[in-house]
């Protein structure tokens, strides 16, 4: 069983920083990639930004030039460093992993509220 935690998110002024995690945990014998989703009220859930076995990443363009994606293979944890947080970057946070061929594994979520 693969389970994915993650961690970090809270309540944040705007232009404000947060720092999400995800610790990724079970059987599972190759990671493809790991990223962040997000999903706000109401709205479907979109790709922030993923971070592939080589190292390449690629970011919505909503959140290019303030958020960074990194991960520490050793750890099986993928990290969003997110600076100069906006209202609209309020929404629950999912970590995800594609391993073991093609499947997809979810976290459960983290809530980030960017609010005065």
């Known amino acids: 069983q693969v389970q994915l935690v993650e961690s970090g998110g809270g309540l944040v002024q705007p232009g404000g920083s947060l720092r999400l995690s995800c610790v990724a945990s079970?059987?599972?014998?190759?990671?493809?990639?790991m990223g962040w989703y997000r999903q706000a009220p109401g709205k479907q859930r979109e790709l922030v930004a993923v971070v592939s076995s080589g190292g390449s990443t690629n970011y919505a363009d909503s959140v290019k030039g303030r958020f960074t994606i990194s991960r520490a293979n050793a750890k099986n944890t993928v990290y969003l460093q997110m600076n100069s947080l906006k209202p609209e970057d309020t929404a629950v946070y999912y970590c995800?992993?594609?391993?073991?061929?093609?499947?997809?594994?979810w976290g459960k979520g983290t809530l980030v509220t960017v609010s005065s």
């Open positions: 995800n992993m594609k391993a073991n061929g093609n499947f997809d594994y």
């Open positions: 079970g059987r599972f014998f190759s990671i493809n990639a």
